[in-house]
T-cell receptor, first 115, second 115 residues
Framework: AQSVTQLDSHVSVSEGTPVLLRCNYS??????LFWYVQHPNKGLQLLLK??????LVKGINGFEAEFKKSETSFHLTKPSAHMSDAAEYFCVVIRGNNAGNMLTFGGGTRLMVKP | DADVTQTPRNRITKTGKRIMLECSQT?????MYWYRQDPGLGLRLIYYSFDVKDINKGEISDGYSVSRQAQAKFSLSLESAIPNQTALYFC??????????????FGPGTRLTVL
């Protein structure tokens, strides 16, 4: 079975400082992992995805994530936060089976960016 | 994502009422999904459909039913709404090209309140 744990429900940073959103997963085989972002009153937008190619994945808006199998982690980072990054972020693992590929979501991390 | 639309965007109803949430997509995707979002729990899968003739229960299908009227339309019904079905509901679509790269595209969500 697959599961995802986002270690922080809320993260607060100052504008211009680095962002780190932590995600650990468990999977019975090599997973595919995603980060989605949800801005207030909006749907979910794909930030980036890991699909067993390069372990460092670059996404939109300057975000990137590194897949570390030994640590079962897929943390999301950004060197310098912008006010527009304030949103909720979801780490997601895909669980493939004969019937198709289902997503399992973490509980979400709400990122707040202070001026 | 304007390619996936949901109606209504907001709905307040009373316990025991029948409610239908509708989802339409112009992406031409065969696969469609319904999720509910609750604070701290991420998104959980209610039902999914891989084509017009295929309907499958997700992890929390009790109290819900769905109808896949066409490739582009997937409706979620609450036969007799109860207060713990108050949540944000998302529809999503995907194009299953390549195992484990099944990116899902989300609608803007429907906020449902059951009094």
């Amino acid at each position: 079975a697959q599961s995802v744990t986002q270690l922080d429900s809320h993260v607060s940073v100052s504008e211009g400082t680095p962002v780190l959103l932590r995600c650990n997963y468990s999977s019975s085989y090599s997973p595919s992992l995603f980060w989605y972002v949800q801005h207030p009153n909006k749907g979910l937008q794909l930030l980036l995805k890991y699909t067993s190619a390069a372990t460092l994945v670059k996404g939109i808006n300057g975000f990137e994530a590194e897949f570390k199998k030994s640590e079962t982690s897929f943390h999301l980072t950004k060197p310098s936060a912008h006010m527009s990054d304030a949103a909720e972020y979801f780490c997601v693992v895909i669980r493939g089976n004969n019937a198709g590929n289902m997503l399992t979501f973490g509980g979400g991390t709400r990122l707040m960016v202070k001026p | 994502d304007a390619d996936v639309t949901q109606t209504p965007r907001n709905r307040i109803t009373k316990t025991g009422k029948r409610i239908m949430l509708e989802c339409s997509q112009t992406k031409g995707h065969d696969r469609m999904y319904w999720y509910r979002q609750d604070p701290g729990l991420g998104l959980r899968l209610i039902y999914y459909s891989f084509d017009v003739k295929d309907i499958n229960k997700g992890e929390i299908s009790d109290g819900y039913s769905v109808s896949r009227q066409a490739q582009a339309k997937f409706s979620l019904s609450l036969e007799s709404a109860i207060p713990n079905q108050t949540a944000l509901y998302f529809c999503a679509t995907s194009d299953p090209r390549g195992w484990s790269t099944d990116t899902q595209y989300f609608g803007p969500g429907t906020r449902l309140t059951v009094l």
